[in-house]
């Protein structure tokens, strides 16, 4: 009866102050969890605070113009001295929020481009389009389906935050898989675009272990071992597997969509790579999308 109420009362006064990536404001990019990391704990990554802050600064200078483009106010919320390990994306009324938690950003499995992917995610529940995630009284919600803020996070948002560096040279410097390497390679012919997406590739790894570390699973995630589950219809309700998610992410980074191709509320097809084009890279993976659901 409460509950009913309360829908009531929203669906009256129009009230969208809702969380993602859970509605009862819970959960975000991962489940709820009682891990606290606080600014002295040790064996932290080595995200430092200064970086925490360059990370938001850019996705701030990258997406506040495309909201107030759209009438709507980004708004940032920085906790570096919170130990939270989670992120949550919000709106309310013309203001569209991402919260971003200092214990996410030094879990040990966490580097500083997937701490990015961590706020692309966050944005790609604001802007990531369809499909959306379901709502908890029914329907869908503004909110873009967690699979598909993970799509958007790879294929879109990461492509523009990386386009500011020199993605060759910093590439050189880090220890790529080689299956990473090899599919990067095929997917794109300029050299600069190859190293996006095996630098992305990597940031999405690095998020799939930090799933794994806290939903406490011991299977190993891998770029050669992709989900081959295929569901029956497309998971907008809740969290894909750890695998499948890890898959998502490499598969946006493997998109050859340019980041000005933009998604769609409307049309679930626009500006991502699909099978019905005969994409054999960067296709949602079948593991938590259906094509052929909208």
């Known amino acids: 009866m409460v509950k009913s109420i309360f829908v009531f009362i929203l669906i009256l006064t129009g009230i969208q102050n ?25 064996n932290a990554s080595t995200v430092t605070e200064e970086q925490f802050n360059q990370v938001l600064d850019r996705i701030n200078e990258i ?19 919170s130990g939270t390990v989670n992120a949550y994306a919000q709106q309310s009324g013309n203001t569209w929020t991402i919260s971003m938690f200092g214990g996410l950003a ?32 029914g329907g869908s919600s503004w909110a873009s ?33 080689p299956k990473a390497t090899e599919l990067c390679n095929q997917a794109f012919n300029n050299s600069e675009d190859a190293a996006i997406c095996a630098r992305s590739g990597m940031a999405g790894q690095s998020l799939g ?12 995630i891998s770029f050669d071992t992709p989900d081959t589950n295929e569901v029956s219809s497309t998971n ?8 499948c998610r890890f898959d998502t992410y490499f598969q946006g980074a493997l998109c050859d969509k340019t980041i000005e191709d ?33």
């Open 18 to 42: 809702v969380f993602s990536c859970d509605q009862h404001g819970k959960t975000g990019i991962v489940p709820e969890n009682n891990l606290y990391i606080g600014v002295d704990a040790k």
């Open 63 to 81: 997406y506040a113009p495309i909201l107030e483009a759209k009438g709507k106010e980004l708004n940032i919320v920085r906790n570096w001295s």
């Open 106 to 137: 030094r879990h040990d499995a966490v580097t500083i481009d997937s701490f990015a992917l961590v706020a692309c995610h966050e944005m790609g529940h604001h802007l990531g389009g369809l499909p959306k995630k379901s709502s908890w009284w």
């Open 145 to 177: 389906a967690e699979g598909q803020s993970d799509y958007f996070g790879s294929t879109k948002c990461l492509k523009h935050f990386f386009s500011f560096d020199n993605n060759d040279e910093i590439v050189a410097t880090m220890e790529i898989d």
């Open 209 to 220: 272990n930090l799933f794994k570390a806290l939903s406490n699973q011991t299977t190993p």
């Open 236 to 243: 907008s309700a809740g969290y894909p597997a750890t695998q």
């Open 262 to 294: 933009e998604v769609s509320d409307e049309d679930i097809n626009q500006g991502v790579c699909t099978r019905a084009e005969n994409y054999q890279l960067g296709a949602r993976p079948r593991c938590w999308f259906k094509p052929e659901a909208i």
